[in-house]
C-alpha cells in the first residue's frame, strides 16, 4: 500500500494556529491570570519576553502537528487522539504534583 507525502502545509498551519490559540488561551483576557495565580507565579507581563518557553512551545506544537499529520496519513488518527489525552493526563499529573490550582490544573491540561 503506498502511502501519501505528509501535508506539510496543514502541519504548519496546525503548529501555527495551536500556537496563536495558546497564546489566547493563556492572556490576561482569558485565562492568563488565573493560570498563573494558580500556578503561583506573577499574573504581571514578565520584564523579558520568555524567548526559551515559546520557542519550546513551538517546537513541541511542531512535533504534536507532525503526529497528527502521520497517524492521518495511515488512518489512525484515533492514536493520535489517545496519545494527546496521556499526555493531557501526565501535564495535569505534574501541575497536581506542584501543586497548582485546580483551575491551573484544568487550564494546562485543556490546552493540550
Excluded at 502545509?9 to 485565562?31: D, E, N, Q, Y
Excluded at 492521518?72 to 492514536?79: F, K, N, R, S
Excluded at 496519545?83 to 490550582?101: E, N, P, R, T, Y
Aim: no cysteine.
Amino acid at each position: 500500500m503506498e502511502t501519501e507525502a505528509l501535508n506539510w502545509t496543514a502541519i504548519l498551519v496546525g503548529t501555527i494556529a495551536a500556537f496563536f490559540a495558546g497564546w489566547a488561551i493563556f492572556s490576561p483576557f482569558m485565562f492568563g491570570k488565573t493560570w498563573a495565580i494558580g500556578s503561583r507565579i506573577s499574573p504581571e507581563p514578565p520584564e523579558q519576553m520568555p524567548w526559551m518557553a515559546m520557542g519550546l512551545q513551538v517546537i513541541g506544537l511542531f512535533l504534536l502537528a507532525l503526529v497528527i499529520g502521520m497517524t492521518a496519513q495511515i488512518e489512525a488518527l484515533a492514536t493520535a487522539v489517545v496519545a494527546i489525552l496521556a499526555a493531557a493526563g501526565m501535564v495535569m499529573a505534574q501541575d497536581a504534583f506542584s501543586q497548582k490550582s485546580g483551575a491551573a490544573i484544568l487550564i494546562d491540561g485543556d490546552m493540550w
